[in-house]
């Protein structure tokens, strides 16, 4: 079976994506009758050498998002995967020599096809009188021994791009360009790694893997690689990248050990997720670091893709000052990203956390006594919540993401854990205020939020006084914040519900003598039942509420756990006698 892609045919993709990166750039233009991008400003380039490059499409941005000051002149294109024409490379030639170029340097990867028909068109165009050069990029570091066809080239020709167009923009000659570039080039070694294929428009992946298989050393254009590793941490897998990279014994490592200095590139090889891509840079980062790498740059995102193949590769460069100057060169390519000229290794990563305001001690006189008290109280409210886990979770699957349960475990361990560094504050204030720290912190999702708003505005009138009626009032208080910055209201299907159900029954604590057990218990019991009433509501807000309601014949899950807290609650008030 073919995959699926966002295209309007499969033989003009190639036509329509490069269209659709002019269409949306200015500074780029097409050379008629070609599929070829160039820079708009060409005629601002005379008596400067011309730098073109290119190769089969589906590794976008690679290679016509590097066109542009300081970068390239201008790319040619192929068909997916496959080389470029030596009609369409001849005619770029041609078009930046007549432009009044002194010479141009074709910049090419290491693929047969590649090599033929850049090669070829140079040949024809030197024969025309136009002086051109030729550099093949062979970074790839996977074959531990030498193929007669040498190494691939992968990522690591961006950075000849780099370097040659900051040499090209400050006015260098087509030799010694081409003689620099050849020299960093053997600098460098790439390593990729793929959890599957990708697939070329119109047809079926060009490999399987298992589940709990990665390729390693793949190529860029769907080819498998040089062996299958059972699936492990990010950890795990960039250790093993780099091993293999920079290990002696393999004969196309780059020799980079404790002590180099690197430009390192950690390139999404086009359908991994940004934070997996975080992950993995990370990873590379600490372990570099870990060996005694330094790190100079480093350039994180997707610059030389294989269509939709989730997967990472990773480059290394090794730099000196000079050379890092040509990295940190401006550039107006679109797909270079802006990296601050700053060294990665030795730089602070972190700053120290504000300091918390300082909190009066408690003030009343039974404080030991009360908090045992809310110790009790917590300790039953955790215990309820860890029971619920997966009936919470079973409940919220109807709503899509299923982790209600989880995400109130969380809390409760939370809590555990900090009952575990001492007792808690014994003035009300300062216990809810210091809960919904923690919550905001800890527990995540909307609920952690919901939470610490409703203990953060609970906590204000508890400042003053903590009888009966102050209570009450805190619990006005939550109900109004939760309303106000969740949106939600009674009847929307949410844990307001069984909130707003016994807050209403707590508007009698507000009486002369009111009795707490017996409101209270009136309370739980209007929130259970507002809970079970739930199931019954069409939601109104939160997740819910974009599923249809025919679907959602359960109570809220957030709502069955607040009545379980309030029951908890109760139930240890009643036992201690209060």
């Not at 401006?330 to 990203?337: N, Y």
């Not at 305001?357 to 404080?367: I, Y």
């Not at 809960?435 to 939470?451: N, P, R, T, V």
């Not at 009795?515 to 069409?538: F, P």
């Amino acid at each position: 079976m073919t995959s699926k892609k966002l295209v309007n045919s499969v033989a003009g993709c190639a036509d329509d994506a490069l269209a659709g990166l002019v269409a949306c750039n200015p500074s780029l233009q097409l050379l008629q009758g070609h599929r070829v991008a160039l820079r708009s400003d060409l005629d601002s380039l005379k008596g400067r050498v011309a730098l073109l490059s290119g190769g089969g499409s589906g590794h976008e941005p690679a290679h016509a998002g590097f066109i542009g000051k300081g970068m390239l002149t201008g790319v040619i294109a192929g068909a997916v995967f496959t080389s470029p024409a030596v009609g369409s490379i001849l005619a770029a030639i041609r078009a930046v020599a007549q432009a009044g170029t002194v010479g141009t340097l074709l910049i090419v990867k290491n693929y047969t096809g590649d090599r033929l028909n850049f090669g070829l068109a140079r040949e024809q165009a030197r024969a025309e009188g136009i002086p051109v050069e030729m550099v093949v990029v062979g970074d790839d570091s996977a074959f531990t021994v030498l193929k007669k066809a040498g190494r691939r080239g992968l990522c690591g020709t961006v950075l000849i791009h780099k370097v040659a167009g900051a040499l090209a923009e400050a006015g260098v000659g087509l030799e010694e360009i081409t003689d620099r570039v050849s020299v960093v080039a053997t600098a460098m070694g790439t390593l990729g790694v793929s959890l599957s294929s990708c697939s070329v428009p119109g047809s079926k992946p060009t490999f399987e893997l298992s589940a709990d298989e990665v390729e390693l050393g793949l190529g860029i254009h769907g080819e498998a690689g040089v062996r299958r590793i059972k699936m492990a941490t990010a950890d795990e897998i960039v250790a093993l990248m780099l091993d293999h990279m920079t290990s002696s014994s393999n004969v196309s490592h780059v020799p980079v050990q404790s002590g180099s200095s690197v430009v390192l590139m950690v390139n999404n090889l086009g359908g991994l997720s940004f934070l997996e891509l975080g992950i993995i840079a990370d990873a590379t980062v600490r372990s570099l670091e870990g060996r005694g790498v330094k790190i100079a740059r480093a350039l994180v995102g997707t610059f030389m893709s294989a269509l939709e193949m989730p997967g990472i590769s990773l480059t290394l460069l090794l730099v000196d000052e000079p050379l890092l100057e040509l990295i940190d060169a401006e550039t107006t390519a679109s797909a270079w990203p802006n990296v601050a000229r700053v060294w990665v290794t030795g730089r602070k990563r972190s700053r120290a956390a504000p300091t918390e305001p300082l909190v009066a001690p408690d003030s009343t006189t039974a404080a030991g006594a009360a908090s045992r008290q809310m110790v009790l109280v917590l300790e039953r409210v955790c215990t309820t919540l860890l029971g619920l886990e997966e009936r919470l979770n079973a409940l919220d699957r109807a709503a899509g993401d299923g982790d209600c349960g989880t995400t109130h475990s969380r809390a409760a361990r939370a809590i555990q854990g900090w009952l575990k560094e001492g007792p808690p504050p014994a003035s009300p204030a300062q216990l809810l205020s210091k809960l919904s720290f923690l919550l905001l912190e800890k527990m995540g999702g909307s609920s952690g939020a919901l939470y610490g708003l409703f203990l953060t505005a609970a906590a204000q009138p508890l400042k003053a006084k903590t009888d009966l009626p102050a209570w009450s009032a805190a619990m006005d208080a939550g109900l109004e914040a939760m309303q106000k910055y969740g949106k939600a209201a009674p009847g929307d299907r949410t844990m307001l519900d069984s909130l707003w159900a016994a807050g209403q029954e707590l508007q009698a604590w507000k009486s002369p003598g009111a009795n707490l057990l017996q409101i209270l218990t009136k309370a739980v019991k209007s929130a259970e039942a507002a809970a079970e009433a739930t199931k019954n509501m069409e939601a109104g807000a939160g997740r819910a509420s974009y599923i249809s309601s025919a679907r959602l014949n359960q109570p809220d899950p957030g709502a069955v756990a607040a009545a379980a807290i309030l029951r908890a609650i109760l139930e240890v008030l009643q036992s201690q006698g209060v």
